[in-house]
């Protein structure tokens, strides 16, 4: 006997991703809806690459009632609204929005860090899945931290338009065919608030009093309550002209000794962690090579001598998947084991 579940915003970018990996990792669904918004109603997604095409239903009117968990990629405002609703009627809710994470009755889950949170979901019947950048990173922290205490991290993300939706995608790529076609149209910024092709924006959300952004701020605090409160975390968060994958340079100081040798070591037996790490040209995972990929890629792992304690590594992950979709399915999977029992 499987699972019923329902993949709330099925037509965007993660919603399409959830389908994918629901289906390459045989979750056991007994049935699987599509839901969106009114204006998607009808709009036909297809379920992995089974051939199996699923109509979209309209989330106004869609009864949770009776379905097991419902995986949400639709934005904060459809969270909130439809999150509770949909639990009240027995429903567990995932949710990829940044609507829940900070809610302390709701674990904010990456099965391979912290398990063990998820036993909390029943206070709303609720899981919150973190930040895309959040997510790689704090796979990449935690085995160091369990070796060497995390005191400090100092880290600046390369993000994919990607992470901006369809609309970033499309952008980039308008951008990119005005400037080679001979007769292109350079068009005004609409989803970034500057030129993307061939540039870096250091902007990702809203700004807020202290100078930082919305984006930097997740960071910090998810960072914190997935592995310790007491880990200082800055970040500089750039959009990049990418499709895909999102990179980041990561700088982490400890309480004690860790150096690049056993630090390489420890990542190259951490879950989730795949270690690419040759001191040589290429020798490193670049964000086109991670696309499809669940894994998060570790590499130029090196002492920092500027800091008493210091690495230095670079990592790289496919955000639609283990910062997005794949992450949502491995809490599934998670709860299935830990409470569901099913399947």
């Keep these: 006997m499987g699972y019923r579940v329902v993949v709330v915003g099925a037509t965007g ?47 106004e009117n869609f009864d949770f009632t009776g379905w097991d968990i419902a995986l949400f990629s639709a934005g904060s405002g459809v969270a909130k609204e439809y999150g509770p609703k949909a639990a009240a009627q027995g429903c567990v809710v995932i949710d990829n929005s940044s609507y829940w994470r900070m809610d302390p009755d709701v674990p904010l889950i990456v099965p391979e860090v912290n398990p ?10 609720i899981i919150a899945n973190p930040n895309c950048s959040t997510a790689q990173m704090v796979v990449a922290l935690k085995p160091l ?11 600046a993300t390369y993000q994919s338009t990607s992470g901006a939706g369809k609309a970033g995608m499309d952008e980039l790529f308008e951008q990119t065919r005005a400037i080679f076609m001979p007769a292109g149209e350079m068009r005004e910024p609409q989803k970034f608030t500057k030129q993307i092709a061939f540039n870096v924006i250091p902007h990702i959300d809203s700004f ?19 592995i310790d409160p007491k880990i200082k975390v800055i970040a500089t968060c750039v959009r990049v002209p990418v499709f895909v994958g999102h990179s980041e340079a ?19 037996d951490a879950p989730g962690v795949m270690l690419i790490d040759k001191r040589e040209d290429g020798g490193y ?5 991670c ?38 399915v491995q809490i599934a999977e998670l709860l299935g084991r830990r409470h569901l029992k099913k399947g």
């Design 13 to 59: 970018n993660v919603g399409r991703e959830m389908m994918n990996v629901l289906a390459e990792r045989a979750f056991p669904c007994d049935e699987v809806a599509a839901v969106a918004s009114p204006r998607s109603q009808g709009t036909e997604v297809e379920f992995g690459d089974s051939g199996k095409i699923l109509k979209c239903q309209n989330i």
């Design 116 to 125: 063990d949170a998820i036993d909390g979901y029943t206070k709303k019947m």
């Design 145 to 155: 931290h369990d070796a060497a205490t995390i005191t400090r991290v100092v880290v």
């Design 208 to 226: 807020l009093d202290d100078g930082s952004t919305k984006e930097e701020w997740k960071m910090v605090v998810e960072t914190k309550k997935i």
């Design 250 to 268: 990561i700088h982490i100081e400890f309480a004690r000794e860790m150096s690049a040798k056993k630090a390489q070591a420890i990542l190259r």
């Design 285 to 289: 995972v670049t964000p086109v090579e």
């Design 291 to 328: 696309v499809g990929d669940g894994a998060t890629y570790v590499s130029r792992v090196r002492d920092d001598p500027t800091v008493e304690n210091g690495l230095a590594l670079w990592c790289v992950s496919d955000n639609l998947r283990k910062g997005a979709a794949l992450n949502a």
